[in-house]
């Protein structure tokens, strides 16, 4: 309270003031620390609703066929995907790194250097079903 405290000290009436400021002081902690709460949630729901509109964008014509042949057949190698869709292998595992990293699509590691097999995660399902590419 500083210099207010000094001052109030000074006032015969000062106890009543005082049990005012300290009031006022829990109320302003109080309704910061509101505001700090719907700050965050503001940003969760900015997120959900950046996400939800991310599907609406439609993906490139190869990420969505490789949606399709994972949905189709889950588990399918990177190397089946690439002969699947008559591409190269590096072209294919960029394009599934892509789809990883945006949650559509998994891989599971591999032991003994064979290639992951992949699978569709819960926002690949989504993206699918969304445009009506889930067979």
């Known amino acids: 309270m500083g210099w207010i405290a000094d001052?109030?000290?000074e006032i015969p009436s000062a106890a009543r003031y005082k049990a005012e400021l300290e009031s006022m002081e829990k109320k302003v902690i109080?309704?910061?620390?509101?505001n700090t709460s719907l700050r965050e949630e503001i940003q969760r729901r900015d997120d959900v609703i950046r996400k939800e509109n991310s599907h609406g964008q439609r993906?490139?014509?190869?990420?969505?066929?490789?949606?399709?042949?994972?949905?189709?057949?889950e588990g399918i190698t990177e190397t089946a995907?690439?002969?699947?869709?008559?591409?190269?292998?590096?072209?294919?595992?960029?394009?599934?790194?892509?789809?990883?990293?945006?949650?559509?699509?998994?891989?599971?590691?591999?032991?003994?250097?064979?290639?992951?097999?992949?699978?569709?995660?819960?926002?690949?399902?989504?993206?699918?079903?969304?445009?009506g590419l889930l067979a």
């Not at 109080?30 to 509101?34: D, I």
């Not at 591409?87 to 599971?108: C, D, P, V, W, Y």
């Open 81 to 131: 995907i690439a002969a699947a869709l008559n591409i190269n292998a590096q072209f294919a595992r960029f394009h599934l790194q892509e789809l990883s990293k945006s949650g559509f699509a998994g891989a599971t590691l591999s032991m003994g250097g064979d290639p992951g097999r992949w699978g569709l995660m819960q926002e690949g399902r989504r993206y699918l079903a969304s445009h």
């Open 59 to 73: 993906l490139e014509e190869i990420r969505e066929q490789m949606l399709a042949i994972i949905a189709k057949q």
């Open 30 to 34: 109080a309704l910061e620390a509101e």
């Open 7 to 9: 001052l109030l000290r």
